[in-house]
């Protein structure tokens, strides 16, 4: 089998590398400039600017649709995109990327059961950041029990009337929209009265208040709705009450993500853990001569080549058109415990002094964010179930 990539995928490359090496400071590249900006106004900025640069030089998007603002291009050139992107540490994925729930979450579901006027008003500003997204799927009472949402939306003529509470929601601090699960028939069965609605997030009736996470991250947040009408016409994705079909599409891209990038990210924070390592003294010696740091250093190396494998495995099968269904709760598994395992040595290798260090201080700040990445899109119990359920075929 040969792994190698093709001579256009190489091409494009070189394209991008050069675009990122002056559109990404190296002052960004530093573990800590963005955990000293969070939440901040400048973050906000820089970001916004840079998401708008890349739309604007042909790398946003880059397997959409050209006449939904993207460049049409096949999944290996996604994949080397993805790789560079990572490789220059550019403010992409979850944490850092303004646009990410749009293009990751948001645009691949519209692209499926988006109706045409839905992908050609609202991709292209997915892609530009002029909208910004956010997910409000979770609620107080319905995290994991995704069916059991009450977050309610009555019909009242040509308008959804929305009531509830939506929580956990990334980016909400920053988002002009959300993409919404709202119960339009109470009396349906769970899974059936649900509608997977967008929501303006200015409209009369919003309010959104910022959750503090215990990284000290300030990007997070709950929205409460108090009869907030929301027009049925460009709104609903899908059909009325037929919403559940198109949040199981979405869930298994957002539990699936990108692990060729993941591949990346995580190895420079690996590398960081091995610098660490050999700058920190443990019982007189430096921490990368003892053998137990060496071995689980190994363990995390192992299992980075296992994802990037997997990331091979996610892309033939997209290529052919297959459906991830079960196996992303395979990659979600893989991608969220080998993160936790990088940041769990790095805390252990600085031990409980060194975290409190500023130049340890990323290593900290990491083992602490990464903990929720276990529970964001589904909790590791649940990825489980999933697989003992769908793929293994094993009893309930
Ligand atoms: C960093 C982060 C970002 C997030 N971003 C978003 C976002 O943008 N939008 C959004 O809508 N949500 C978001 N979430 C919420 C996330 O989807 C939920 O937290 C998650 O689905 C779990 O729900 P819960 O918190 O209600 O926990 P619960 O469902 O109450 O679960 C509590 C515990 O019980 C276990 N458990 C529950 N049911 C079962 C079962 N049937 N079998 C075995 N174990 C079970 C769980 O695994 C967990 O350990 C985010 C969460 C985090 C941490």
């Known amino acids: 089998m040969d792994l190698r990539y093709s001579s256009a995928a190489e091409r494009f490359r070189r394209e991008i590398r050069r675009w990122l090496e002056q559109s990404v400071p190296a002052r960004w590249r530093h573990p800590r400039f963005w955990i000293d ?27 959409w649709p050209v006449e939904f603002g993207g460049r049409g291009a096949d999944h290996e050139i996604r994949a080397v995109h993805d790789e ?20 990751a979450l948001l645009g691949p579901t519209l692209l499926r059961y988006g109706t045409d006027v839905q992908k050609r008003t609202i991709l292209p500003r997915i892609l530009s950041g002029d909208t910004i997204w956010c997910q409000g799927f979770s609620e107080p009472e319905s995290g994991s029990d ?33 993409f919404a699960l709202v119960r339009t028939d109470p009396k349906a069965e769970r899974r059936r009265g ?21 990284s000290g991250s300030h990007e997070f947040g709950e929205e409460f709705f108090d009869e907030v009408r929301v027009p049925v016409d460009g709104n609903v994705v ?22 060729i990038s993941q591949y990346v990210e995580f190895a420079h924070e690996l590398d960081d853990v091995i610098a660490a390592a050999r700058n920190t003294r443990k019982d007189g010696r430096p921490a990368i001569e003892h053998p137990r740091i060496r071995a689980r250093i190994a363990r995390c190396r192992a299992d980075l080549e296992l994802l990037r494998v997997r990331g091979y495995h996610t892309i033939s099968r997209t290529a052919r058109g297959q459906d991830l269904g079960a196996d992303a709760s395979v990659t ?17 290798v600085l031990g409980a002094d060194g975290q409190l ?10 083992h602490l964010h990464v903990r929720g990445q276990r529970i964001a899109g589904g909790t590791a119990q649940i990825q489980r179930t999933i697989i003992a359920r769908d793929l293994l075929g094993l009893p309930r």
């Open 37 to 63: 900006r969070d939440g901040s106004e400048e973050s906000l900025e820089l970001r916004r600017r840079w998401e708008k640069d890349r739309f604007d030089n042909g790398f946003a998007g880059v397997d």
């Open 84 to 103: 560079e992107m990572a490789r220059a540490r550019a403010p992409i994925g979850p944490f850092l990327g303004l646009t990410y729930l749009g293009t």
């Open 146 to 178: 995704l069916a059991g949402l009450s977050t309610s939306a009555r019909r009242d003529g040509d308008v959804l009337v929305v009531s509830g509470q939506k929580t956990w929601t990334s980016l909400a601090r920053h988002a002009d929209a959300m």
């Open 194 to 214: 649900i509608t997977f609605l967008l929501i303006d997030l200015t409209l009369p009736g919003v309010q959104v208040r910022p959750i503090r996470q215990m």
């Open 238 to 259: 899908g059909r009325i009450d037929d919403g559940w079909a198109v949040a199981r599409y979405l869930l298994s891209v957002e539990r699936n993500a990108s692990p």
């Open 332 to 348: 979600k598994l893989l991608w969220s415990q080998t993160r936790l395992a990088i940041a769990d040595l790095g805390a252990d």
């Open 357 to 366: 260090s500023s130049d340890g201080g990323h290593l900290g700040w990491r």
